[in-house]
């Protein structure tokens, strides 16, 4: 009798979700390019993972060649490069995700105050163009400023009295280049969504803060950013998935790939690929596995260390 309750429960359930797809197919229909999208380009190719286990060989192919269990990973924490690539990725990925929030939430709240619509449209645009450019530009951008000869801050060293620095031969540079690179880059379109935020907020709570003789420091302080306090925590903690992820385009493209600049500048992203271009497959899939289950695990983390202490402001 319960198996007959129980199969005409599912039946039910069934009908409903039928009846739910016939409702809402056109919605169906426009989500499947993006279904498609991530079932081809995202999930089929985690198969490919097995690489990280065998002695890949390309006259084998993936299936055929020998599997080495994890040796590959043995080869890669054993090395002398698996500190110094992890290291200098998550040094600056945390870099990054503290100054990058604290940059944006400070220009979004400078934004907020100001009244001409003219001049914010201004800019924002002016803000925003970075974003558009590629690495590959910014690359040469960066190279004109810092050409060890005809570059534009050496010259103009040299016109004051001072030596020339040679930029690509000293590592203590490079961890300051490369956090303003990040910075300049990207902190005009993340104040954006800051300052959206910023607009949101019910104008009631500063009518009254201002009848009750705050000034603006204390209306940023006591509404402004304890409103933006969830968005932070959203999008720190999808930054935070990215710790172990390094920018290839910045991180390869600015210092120019420079020997001499590889205990700053060589994170995992470049490691990989470079490992790529010799022909290592399986232990740049190792490499690439470990960095995925790394950023997995620490989103996953950090999500429920937020859901404890904050539960509105967790992720899922």
């Known amino acids: 009798m319960n198996e007959i309750t129980l199969t005409k429960r599912q039946r039910t359930r069934v009908g409903r979700r039928l009846s739910a797809f016939a409702r809402h197919v056109e919605l169906f229909l426009l989500t499947l390019p993006a279904i498609l999208y991530f079932i081809v380009f995202h999930y089929l190719p985690i198969g490919g993972v097995i690489v990280?286990?065998?002695e890949y060989r390309y006259d084998l192919g993936i299936l055929g060649s020998k599997w080495v269990g994890v040796r590959n990973f043995e080869f890669f924490f054993t090395s002398q490069d698996a500190w110094r690539i992890t290291r200098n990725t998550v040094a600056f990925s945390s870099t990054f995700l503290v100054i990058g929030i604290m940059a944006s939430v400070t220009v979004a709240l400078l934004l907020f105050e100001v009244r001409n619509r003219y001049a914010i449209k201004v800019y924002q645009t002016?803000?925003?163009?970075?974003?558009?450019?590629s690495w590959v530009i910014v690359g040469y951008i960066s190279y004109t400023l810092l050409n060890p000869e005809l570059g534009i801050l050496n010259q103009l060293r040299v016109f004051i009295g001072m030596e020339p620095v040679q930029w690509f031969g000293n590592t203590k540079y490079w961890p300051y280049i490369l956090v303003v690179s990040n910075l300049w880059k990207h902190v005009g379109l993340d104040c954006i969504i800051y300052y959206a935020a910023l607009l949101g907020i019910d104008q009631e709570?500063?009518?009254a803060a201002r009848i009750d003789g705050a000034n603006r420091l204390r209306q940023m302080w006591h509404i402004s950013i304890p409103s933006l306090a969830p968005l932070m925590f959203i999008l720190g903690?999808?930054?935070?998935?990215?710790l172990f992820r390094g920018d290839f385009g910045l991180f390869y493209q600015i210092p120019r790939n420079v020997g001499t600049l590889y205990p700053v500048t060589d994170v995992i992203d470049t490691y990989v690929f470079r490992g790529l271009r010799l022909g290592e497959i399986g232990m740049t899939a190792a490499v690439g596995l470990f960095q995925s289950v790394v950023g997995l695990v620490l989103v996953v983390s950090v999500n429920l260390i937020v859901k404890k202490i904050r539960p509105d402001n967790s992720l899922f």
């Open 126 to 133: 002016s803000m925003i163009l970075p974003r558009f450019l």
């Open 237 to 242: 903690i999808l930054a935070i998935g990215d």
């Open 52 to 54: 990280a286990f065998k």
């Open 205 to 207: 709570q500063y009518e």
